[in-house]
């Protein structure tokens, strides 16, 4: 793995309240999961979700509880801001497992944040990339992207967050 394909740019960094844009009403999720990953696949599964966020310590603190109730399970996202590296650490958590997932790193540049780090899927070593993408006061979108060690990254599960109680299209 390379170091400039596992971490953010130096102009994305992070700050106490970066994530305050989750807190508030609730947001509809529409999320869309790839069928199969890493076989080219373009199929995608798409179920709706209802999260609610919450901001902690001055903002340096962000926790979110995303319920998917129908497929009867629910995730939880803790992010931890490291005030001397100007960088977040993301992590899930998801009821299904109970366990927390091994985070990702990084910060934003105006209001798309990156988000990088390592983990495994399917038994195969993988870079995994967050995007955080702030559209106004009522809309945000998140994807995930893997990538084998030299391979080029796949988004393989995207939610587009919507608030003020409109259906996403």
């Known amino acids: 793995m390379t170091p400039a394909a596992s971490a953010p740019s130096p102009t ?15 947001w509809q999720v529409r999320n869309r999961r790839l069928m199969q990953r890493h076989v080219g696949c373009t199929e995608w599964d798409a179920f709706e979700g ?14 979110d509880e995303t319920v998917f109730a129908e497929r009867g399970f629910s995730g939880c996202s803790v992010r931890t801001l490291d005030l001397a590296a100007g960088r977040w650490s993301i992590y ?3 009821s299904r497992f109970g ?50 060690p030299d391979g080029a990254w796949e988004t393989n599960s995207v ?4 608030r003020g109680g409109q259906r996403i299209a």
């Open 50 to 63: 209802t999260s609610t966020a919450w901001s902690h310590l001055g903002g340096m603190v962000s926790v």
């Open 12 to 26: 994305f960094t992070g700050r106490p309240h970066d994530f305050d844009f989750l807190v508030g009403d609730p």
């Open 99 to 148: 366990t927390l997932f091994t985070p990702v790193h990084g910060g934003f540049c105006g209001e798309r944040g990156e988000f990088f780090g390592a983990d495994e899927d399917g038994g195969r070593l993988v870079r995994v990339r967050f995007i955080w993408e702030r559209l106004g006061p009522d809309a945000a979108r998140w994807s995930q992207a893997f990538a084998l």
């Open 159 to 162: 939610m587009d967050f919507q």
């Open 92 to 94: 899930w958590i998801d």
